[in-house]
């Protein structure tokens, strides 16, 4: 397969131009996304709902989001990453498969629906993770495109996956929250550096490979300026595959925390590992597991009612 994205293969670094399109399907009056949103996140390569979960979904979330950082025994302890420094939870990866609640709300029609909207396909889950940012100890993610490490290191041929991150609690603008450069989604920055091996052991914790070089990140904050958006409990952050973002650390006494799914076209899924001798582990990037999935619709809380 041809590499469009060539990265970690050159001494100095380059801009390519997006070859792919930002939103696959055309606007009508029946989909997901208001005219105004989709236009927004053509633009922008983001966009952030408020209101998307009633309170007592967002109060059942919250208390599986406790649960689980008491890591139960049923939580696989190679999916689990800790801060560098604190050892403190950092991310619980595969979360929708060992918990029923986050992987009820990964399939939510709310979610699904804008998913299929935006990639103009069915798709599957490429990763999903449960991130905390605790207060005082919570450490930085740095700039980077989560599409330079997806492709590089996992295989994802093109440019057709967003991420979702439903907020699980409130999001201030000083408590460490995602930053993002709108527009940065159309050009592909390329990365110095080959990839070590089982890279992902030590990038889960502090990435230092498929980082961009500062004089891009200077660049690309100039043209496209920064903005953290910022919301109560239950928003969502919808973000484009190649979209510029990273966030600071967090020393402040409010934690931050978020469900976070990446959603991949079912045409997209992934190949042979573009950038490094071998794919990284089922955990962090679906490959032989996938299947395609069927939107649910109600509430969260009947999930919790049944349980």
Same mark, same amino acid.
């Given at each position: 397969?041809?590499?469009?994205?060539?990265?970690?293969?050159?001494?100095?670094?380059?801009?390519?131009?997006?070859?792919?399109?930002?939103?696959?399907?055309?606007?009508?009056?029946?989909?997901?996304?208001?005219?105004?949103?989709?236009?927004?996140?053509?633009?922008?390569?983001?966009?952030?709902?408020?209101?998307?979960?009633?309170?007592?979904?967002?109060?059942?979330?919250?208390?599986?989001?406790?649960?689980?950082?008491?890591?139960?025994?049923?939580?696989?302890?190679?999916?689990?990453?800790?801060?560098?420094?604190?050892?403190?939870?950092?991310?619980?990866?595969?979360?929708?498969?060992?918990?029923?609640?986050?992987?009820?709300?990964?399939?939510?029609?709310?979610?699904?629906?804008?998913?299929?909207?935006?990639?103009?396909?069915?798709?599957?889950?490429?990763?999903?993770?449960?991130?905390?940012?605790?207060?005082?100890?919570? *450490?930085?993610?740095?700039?980077?495109?989560?599409?330079?490490?997806?492709?590089?290191?996992?295989?994802?041929?093109?440019?057709?996956?967003?991420?979702?991150?439903?907020?699980?609690?409130?999001?201030?603008?000083?408590?460490?929250?995602?930053?993002?450069?709108?527009?940065?989604?159309?050009?592909?920055?390329?990365?110095?550096?080959?990839?070590?091996?089982?890279?992902? *052991?030590?990038?889960?914790?502090?990435?230092?490979?498929?980082?961009?070089?500062?004089?891009?990140?200077? *660049?690309?904050?100039?043209?496209?300026?920064?903005?953290?958006?910022?919301?109560?409990?239950?928003?969502?952050?919808?973000?484009?595959?190649?979209?510029?973002?990273?966030?600071?650390?967090?020393?402040?006494?409010?934690?931050?925390?978020?469900?976070?799914?990446?959603?991949?076209?079912?045409?997209?899924?992934?190949?042979?590992?573009?950038?490094?001798?071998?794919?990284?582990?089922?955990?962090?990037?679906?490959?032989?597991?996938?299947? *395609?999935?069927?939107?649910?619709?109600?509430?969260?809380?009947?999930?919790?009612?049944?349980?």
């Amino acid at each position: 397969m041809t590499d469009l994205y060539p990265s970690r293969v050159a001494d100095q670094p380059t801009w390519l131009e997006r070859k792919d399109p930002v939103i696959h399907s055309p606007w009508r009056y029946e989909s997901p996304l208001s005219q105004a949103q989709h236009e927004a996140f053509e633009r922008d390569g983001f966009l952030v709902l408020q209101n998307v979960f009633e309170a007592d979904e967002i109060a059942a979330l919250q208390a599986e989001m406790n649960r689980l950082r008491g890591l139960p025994e049923s939580i696989d302890p190679e999916t689990v990453v800790a801060e560098p420094s604190s050892g403190a939870v950092r991310s619980i990866f595969a979360i929708d498969r060992q918990s029923a609640l986050i992987g009820r709300l990964a399939a939510d029609e709310r979610l699904v629906s804008i998913a299929n909207h935006i990639l103009g396909d069915e798709v599957y889950l490429h990763q999903t993770r449960l991130n905390y940012k605790p207060g005082f100890d919570g *450490k930085e993610f740095y700039w980077h495109s989560d599409f330079e490490t997806w492709h590089t290191e996992d295989g994802m041929p093109r440019m057709r996956a967003i991420s979702m991150s439903v907020q699980l609690v409130d999001n201030f603008e000083f408590n460490g929250p995602l930053m993002l450069m709108p527009g940065s989604h159309r050009t592909f920055v390329t990365c110095v550096g080959e990839t070590p091996e089982d890279h992902y *052991k030590e990038s889960l914790r502090k990435q230092e490979y498929g980082v961009p070089d500062r004089d891009s990140l200077a *660049k690309l904050a100039e043209q496209h300026g920064i903005v953290g958006p910022t919301g109560p409990a239950g928003s969502v952050v919808i973000f484009d595959c190649n979209t510029m973002h990273g966030s600071n650390g967090n020393i402040t006494p409010f934690p931050r925390a978020n469900a976070f799914m990446v959603y991949n076209a079912w045409t997209n899924r992934l190949v042979a590992p573009f950038g490094a001798e071998r794919p990284r582990p089922e955990f962090i990037a679906a490959r032989d597991h996938v299947k *395609k999935l069927v939107p649910i619709s109600g509430s969260l809380a009947q999930q919790v009612r049944a349980a």
